[in-house]
């Protein structure tokens, strides 16, 4: 079935400790992106990239970092967790000007 | 940037009923208005959306309204059924889509 995969599903992890979450998708959409749902703040957007080679920052970039080495792989990087990352992340995907594909998420636990 | 608001925050209706999820946003230059909806434990699903040419849509029991004078637009679930029971997002963004915003969400409840 077409669509993105993320991976892990969830994870706890110490503060201080790197952790890279993963998104693939499968549909050759030129643009990803990462979001971070929070209780009450709806989603916001971490990093974006436009097309393979390119990325952006979102409204809340600080403390991650990305990459988009092909076009079907984008995955996110905490360099040093901290437990304000705590929550859920979305990786999605699109064609410039449409709706988002989304992923199923990962759930992460900053102790 | 843009910011959009979402009410109500929670929705709770009787099968059969109507149910209205209200947005607002502040950019004029926004252009493309989609609507999310996300049951629990999954990621949010697109339902519908609509871009500023057209003032409404519709697709069988969803439509959206669109006012741009007002910055405002609006999602629509008639004969509404349990399985309508999720949490609804608005989103605006402009034709590149490098940042869409969301709202906050609206929680719907269809009570049998």
């Known amino acids: 079935i077409a669509g993105i995969t993320q991976a892990p599903t969830s994870q706890i992890l110490a503060a201080g400790r790197r952790m890279t979450l993963r998104c693939t998708q499968d549909?050759?959409?030129?643009?990803m992106y990462w979001y971070r749902q929070d209780l009450g703040l709806g989603l916001r957007l971490i990093h974006y990239s436009n097309t393979a080679g390119t990325t952006g920052k979102g409204e809340v970039p600080d403390g991650y970092s990305v990459s988009r080495a092909n076009t079907d792989d984008f995955p996110l990087t905490l360099a040093s967790a901290v437990p304000s990352q705590t929550s859920v992340y979305f990786c999605?995907?699109?064609?410039?000007?449409?709706?988002?594909?989304f992923g199923s998420g990962t759930r992460l636990t900053v102790v | 940037g843009e910011n959009v608001e979402q009410h109500p925050s929670t929705l709770s209706v009787q099968e059969g009923d109507s149910a209205v999820i209200k947005c607002t946003y502040s950019?004029?230059?926004?252009?493309?208005f989609p609507w999310y909806k996300q049951e629990l434990g999954k990621g949010p699903q697109l339902i519908i959306d609509?871009?500023?040419?057209?003032g409404e849509k519709k697709d069988q029991r969803i439509a959206v309204t669109l006012n741009k004078t007002a910055k405002h637009f609006s999602l629509h679930i008639t004969e509404t059924q349990p399985e309508d029971s999720a949490v609804y997002f608005c989103a605006a963004s402009m034709d590149n889509n490098n940042d869409m915003r969301f709202g906050a969400g609206t929680r719907l409840t269809v009570k049998p």
């Open positions: 549909m050759r959409h030129n643009a």
């Open positions: 999605a995907s699109s064609e410039t000007g449409y709706g988002y594909t």
């Open positions: 609509i871009r500023s040419n057209v």
């Open positions: 950019d004029s230059a926004s252009n493309y």
